[in-house]
T-cell receptor, first 114, second 112 residues
Framework: KAGVTQTPRYLIKTRGQQVTLSCSPISGHRSVSWYQQTPGQGLQFLFEYFSETQRNKGNFPGRFSGRQFSNSRSEMNVSTLELGDSALYLC?????????????FGQGTRLTVV | QKEVEQNSGPLSVPEGAIASLNCTYSDRGSQSFFWYRQYSGKSPELIMFIYSNGDKEDGRFTAQLNKASQYVSLLIRDSQPSDSATYLCAVKWSGGSYIPTFGRGTSLIVHP
C-alpha cells in the first residue's frame, strides 16, 4: 500500500513569488491536513480538506490556501512568499479525519524562500 | 487554547536503558493520543496511539495514559542508538474537529 506522497521534495523560491505543493493521500483516505513545521514553532496546523471541502482552518494568513480534488489529492498554495515562509510543509492523510483514527505523514516539501 | 506540553530535552540515555518521554495536555475532553518519531530532516512517523487509560505495549514501546492527571507517556525499552530522534506527542479532541494538536517534541539521544 503506497504511503502519502508529496511533491516536490525541495523548492527554492524568491520573495514575492507563489508556490504550489501537492499531496496524494493513502488510497482510501479522504481527509488531508497540511502542517507547517519550523524549528521555532514546531508543527502548526494550516487546514484540513475532506470531500473537496475545507473543513478546518488554522491561524494562518489568507496567502495560504488549498484545495482538494475528487480523487482526494490536495494542493496547497502560498502566494506572495515571505522569508518567514521557509519551512517544512507536511501533509497528513487519514480515513475520515473527524474521528480518533491515526494520521500518516508524507515526506514533506522543504521550501526555502530567498 | 488547547495545549500539549513536552520537555524539549535533550533526554540522554545509555544504550540498553529505558527512555521515558512525557507529555501533558490541557483539555479533559481529549479523546486520543499519538506518539510520532521524527528523525532529523525527515517527516513524523507514527509509533503508537492510545485511547484508553492504562498501558498499551507494542514491541519495545509502551504508551501509558492517565486521563485523570492529563498526561501520556512513552517508554522505550532496551533503547538503541537508532532510537535517537525527536518524539512528538499529538492529542485529538472531540467537539467538532478532531484536528490533532502537537507538542514541540522531545529530543532523545541514545549513546552507545
Amino acid at each position: 500500500k503506497a504511503g502519502v506522497t508529496q511533491t516536490p521534495r525541495y523548492l527554492i523560491k524568491t520573495r514575492g513569488q507563489q508556490v504550489t505543493l501537492s499531496c496524494s493521500p493513502i488510497s482510501g483516505h479522504r481527509s488531508v491536513s497540511w502542517y507547517q513545521q519550523t524549528p521555532g514553532q514546531g508543527l502548526q496546523f494550516l487546514f484540513e480538506y475532506f470531500s473537496e471541502t475545507q473543513r478546518n482552518k488554522g491561524n494562518f494568513p489568507g496567502r495560504f490556501s488549498g484545495r482538494q480534488f475528487s480523487n482526494s489529492r490536495s494542493e496547497m498554495n502560498v502566494s506572495t512568499l515571505e522569508l518567514g515562509d521557509s519551512a517544512l510543509y507536511l501533509c497528513a492523510s487519514s480515513l475520515a479525519g473527524q474521528d480518533n483514527t491515526e494520521a500518516f505523514f508524507g515526506q514533506g516539501t522543504r521550501l526555502t524562500v530567498v | 487554547q488547547k495545549e500539549v506540553e513536552q520537555n524539549s530535552g535533550p533526554l540522554s540515555v545509555p544504550e540498553g536503558a529505558i527512555a521515558s518521554l512525557n507529555c501533558t495536555y490541557s483539555d479533559r475532553g481529549s479523546q486520543s493520543f499519538f506518539w510520532y518519531r521524527q528523525y532529523s530532516g525527515k517527516s513524523p512517523e507514527l509509533i503508537m496511539f492510545i485511547y484508553s487509560n492504562g498501558d498499551k505495549e507494542d514491541g519495545r514501546f509502551t504508551a501509558q495514559l492517565n486521563k485523570a492527571s492529563q498526561y501520556v507517556s512513552l517508554l522505550i525499552r532496551d533503547s538503541q542508538p537508532s532510537d535517537s530522534a525527536t518524539y512528538l506527542c499529538a492529542v485529538k479532541w472531540s467537539g467538532g474537529s478532531y484536528i490533532p494538536t502537537f507538542g514541540r517534541g522531545t529530543s532523545l539521544i541514545v549513546h552507545p
